[in-house]
T-cell receptor, first 114, second 109 residues
């Protein structure tokens, strides 16, 4: 299995630009999670989906952030417009069965907003 | 108050030493507990789940104390390859996962 795939691996953009992060979960997994990691705040859950349906988006920082999961094999996290404080590593993770089950993380997207 | 709190360290220990990390959680209704390991510039990976009765995996031992709301990780006979950041993870009653900010461990030759 290829594991969780994320793209791009690195993104450098200017403030105000739209950023789209992509994730392909492990085949057969029914939960998908988006996290953000910074030195100051550690790993924060932004949103998670179960069977392509958003279950909890209370971690999404503000309206500039949106996430979609149009099918079981693809999800996007969009930031529009981006700001320097959005600079972080964004991880996607997937699991089968949700709680009590191992979450498998993708390699992350390192985002720098100038 | 944060859902999960960890001592960030760093812990610098010699090879062969025993080291222990603690983590506290705020919600008494939390249901599942884990330790993840994260290497520098890599993604977190599950190290072990933590069960009520405590559990061991080779040199690693995890304990849960529900009364005091903390979990611990003990590493015996530390190896250079154990150098990493160890993340405490708690699943709350609403199925949300809360990660600690991690404890940094460096094992010195």
């Amino acid at each position: 299995d290829a594991g969780v795939i994320q793209s791009p691996r690195h993104e450098v953009t200017e403030m105000g630009q739209e950023v789209t992060l992509r994730c392909k979960p492990i085949s057969g997994h029914d939960y998908l999670f988006w996290y953000r990691q910074t030195m100051m705040r550690g790993l924060e859950l932004l949103i998670y989906f179960n069977n392509n349906v958003p279950i909890d988006d209370s971690g999404m920082p503000e309206d500039r952030f949106s996430a979609k999961m149009p099918n079981a094999s693809f999800s996007t996290l969009k930031i529009q417009p981006s700001e320097p404080r959005d600079s972080a590593v964004y991880f996607c993770a997937s699991s089968f069965g949700g709680y009590q089950e191992t979450q498998y993380f993708g390699p992350g997207t390192r985002l720098l907003v100038l | 108050r944060k859902e999960v709190e960890q001592d960030p360290g760093p812990f610098n220990v010699p090879e062969g030493a025993t080291v222990a990390f603690n983590c506290t959680y705020s919600n008494s209704a939390s249901q599942s507990f884990f330790w993840y390991r994260q290497d520098c510039r890599k993604e977190p990976k599950l190290l072990m789940s933590v069960y009520s009765s405590g559990n061991e995996d080779g040199r690693f031992t995890a304990q849960l104390n529900r009364a005091s709301q903390y979990i611990s990780l003990l590493i015996r006979d530390s190896k250079l390859s154990d150098s990493a950041t160890y993340l405490c993870v708690v699943r709350g009653p609403g199925n949300q996962f809360y990660f600690g900010t991690g404890t940094s461990l460096t094992v010195i030759p």
